[in-house]
């Protein structure tokens, strides 16, 4: 079974969540943060896409240079 699916992040004004999921999408994987920073629309695209009946996950972009630097981010 195949499940239409959208990652999501800052860089993605989503103001329609019902429409996106009319349009056939039934999953929205959110980006959370990085850097120990959360994601500028993280709530509102949460909100927005709960609201709408989709699933949802969640993601941390990980930037690391260094294995210290990813151990910090893990946390």
Known sequence: MQIKAIDISTWNVVDDFVKVRKAGIKAVMIRNGYLNKTDDRY?????????????????TYIMSDTVEQARSEAR
Request: net charge positive.
């Open 43 to 59: 709530h509102s695209h949460m909100k927005g896409a709960i609201k709408a009946g989709l699933d949802v996950g969640t993601y």
